[in-house]
Every structure is written in structure tokens, then in C-alpha cells.
């Protein structure tokens, strides 16, 4: 049987022990919401890191394909210097490879180089999941080019060519012997529940004879 009220010999009134298990129980369950919503931040804020992480390298990856193509290189006599886009798909998603010749940055050191550089932009399935791999090399240099991976699990890598009033999805300056007027880059990513399209229009500048 619980204790009652009472007074001590000093004249201070005590707690019953019913009284003291009801704080504790307070207590633990104000700790836990506390605790709860510590956590749902916690996991909100790294969520929102995640995304701007994503954001950037979309973004990054976006400009990076338009000043690329910006540069495109082309001479008709010389297949190195082609710009091919082939119309692919994995899974039912856009899979388009591009590769082209453009003129290379500045490098650091003394050694001589090539001003332009072979580039390739494919995409990659593993275990159902895409990503869009980048290489590049001196195109006249002989080391093989490494693909390494540009932007992870994407939903889709689409490259259009703008052609005599409309766009189409496949090129070759072998049969074509131009480059395009504009070329329109779409990457789609995953966001929630839903699937999201970003687009950047490049308009290739270099040479061609």
C-alpha cells in the first residue's frame, strides 16, 4: 500500500511514492519527445545537405557538358575530330552517349600537349542503377581513357541535336559533315516520388572545314 502525506519531524511534507513514479513517468516521456524531435531534425537537416549536394553537382555537371560542347572541334577531313550523339536506352530510359573533340584548358607544367581533348559522356547500369560517366583524353596522345563516374543514380541522359527546324536524337558528322546548331542536354534525376527533368542548351562555336 502507497504512502501517504505526512509531515517529517523536521515539519517538511515529503512526496508519496505514487507521486514520485508519476514525475518519473513525465519525465522519460517529455526526454523522449525531446529526443524524437531532436532526431526528426537532425535527419531533416542531413535530407536538406543532401539535396544542395545534389543541386550542385547537377548543376556543375549541367555547365560543365555546355561549355564543353560550347568548344566542340571540327574538321571534316579528319574523324578524330568527329561529334557523334547515339539514341539509347536502359530500361526504358534515355541512355544517350555523346563524343566529340574540344578545345582543352590551359594545363600546368612545361611538358608539351594537344590543345584539344577527346571527350566522352556515356551511361552506365549497375544493379538497376544509372550513372553518367565522363572520360577524356589528349586527342592525339596515346593513353586509353578511364571513364570515371560524372553524376550517380540518375533516371535518364537524353542529348538532342537542333536540325533544319527540329530536334533529333542522334548525330554523326561523318554522315552529317556539321556540327549542330544547338544541342539541348536533359539529365533526370529522382526528387521524392517524383522524377524531374533539368535542361541546358549548348551552341557548338568551333571550327569547321
Known sequence: MFATWRNSPGGQRGFTLLETLVVMLLLA???GALYSSYFTVVRA???????AEERRELRGTLDLLRREIDGAFFRGNDVRLRFVVED???FGKPASSLEFAAVAPPRAGDLPASDLEKIRYAVKETDSTLSLTRESTELFGSVKPMPYPQMEAIEGFLVECYDAGKWVKTWNTELVPRLPERVRITIRVRQGDQTVEFTTLARPK????
Request: no cysteine; glycine share 12%.
Open 88 to 90: 539509347r536506352d536502359i
Open 45 to 51: 537537416k542531413e535530407r536538406t545537405d543532401e539535396g
Open 206 to 209: 568551333g571550327r569547321q572545314s
Open 29 to 31: 516521456v517529455v526526454a
